[in-house]
């Protein structure tokens, strides 16, 4: 993150968050499992970002709740191959992945409950 400070703005958050993604790929080795997973993350990992956009231009309650439960099933998917990398380890310091775990725990926290509170408003 740029600072220390809470960021609220989703968006921003989301768009950090697919930076923050992007440079831990880069940090893979070129090894085959490194570029198989690298590429799993990379994909999995910028996408809560857009699709939250797609959220925001939904056409119906129905669509917005479908958009943001695609984001959560790809923020959990992404904190399934960031653990991996952690476990094999496909860094050099493997815990240098405990942050982006835990601001991976905190947005799969804002959409589980977004997802509730729109399934909830939309009757």
Do not use: C
């Not at 959990?76 to 380890?89: A, F, M, N, S």
């Amino acid at each position: 993150m740029k600072d220390k400070k809470q960021i609220y703005d989703l968006e921003e958050r989301l768009l950090e968050y697919s930076v923050r993604i992007i440079n831990v790929v880069e940090q893979l080795d070129n090894s085959k499992v490194a570029n198989h997973v690298g590429s799993q993350l990379l994909r999995s990992g910028t996408s809560p970002y857009p699709n939250h956009g797609e959220a925001q231009a939904a056409e119906s309650p129905k669509d917005f709740i479908h958009k943001l439960r695609i984001s959560l099933k790809e923020l959990r998917e992404t904190q399934r191959w960031l653990k991996l990398i952690q476990r094999v380890p496909l860094l050099e310091k493997p815990e240098l992945l405990d942050n982006i775990l835990q601001e991976t725990d905190e947005l799969i926290e804002i959409f589980v409950t977004s997802i509730k509170t729109a399934e909830k408003n939309k009757t």
